[in-house]
């Protein structure tokens, strides 16, 4: 953020804000191989880490995508972007995690399913970014 207020700074510039960054092996051997229950997170010792993250996470190869957009890009000014994968780390429904897990916070759009507590809309909008990767289908 700082090189944007620079008096030399690019005309465009990109602020990528990450949750964990993950390949399809470590996705199957913290995901699909674990107990991703919102009982079993909260036994686990990486509880506060993923809760703290919004139980957020995105592979590397969609990572790598919205990077390579950044670079190619041509809007003006500065914009910061989240990523996430399309979905949570969770294996209960997103609006159960929501109201479960923060209760106190005002929903800013509907939640479906196992929908992202991660807004990437912007990234969306701004570079035709969306995320393709879900620890869901892995095998």
């Known amino acids: 953020d700082g090189v ?4 030399d700074a690019p005309p465009t510039i990109a602020s990528l804000r990450f949750p964990w ?4 092996d470590d996705l199957r051997e913290t995901f699909v191989e674990a107990d991703r229950s919102l009982a079993g997170l909260r036994d686990s010792p990486h509880y506060h ?3 703290n993250t919004l139980f957020a996470y995105v592979h590397v190869a969609d990572a790598v995508d919205l990077v390579r957009r950044c670079v190619e ?3 003006d000014g500065h914009e910061r972007l989240w990523l996430s994968a399309p ?3 969770v294996e209960a429904e997103s609006g159960t995690v929501a109201a479960e897990e923060f209760p106190d916070a005002t ?6 399913g196992y929908d992202s507590l991660v807004d990437t809309s912007k990234a969306e909008e701004l570079l ?3 995320p393709e990767r879900s620890w869901r289908s892995l095998d």
């Open 21 to 24: 960054v993950t390949s399809d």
């Open 4 to 7: 944007a207020r620079r008096e």
């Open 49 to 51: 880490t993923a809760r």
């Open 73 to 75: 890009a041509d809007f």
């Open 128 to 130: 035709g970014w969306e």
């Open 87 to 89: 979905d949570t780390s």
């Open 107 to 112: 929903l800013r759009r509907s939640l479906s």
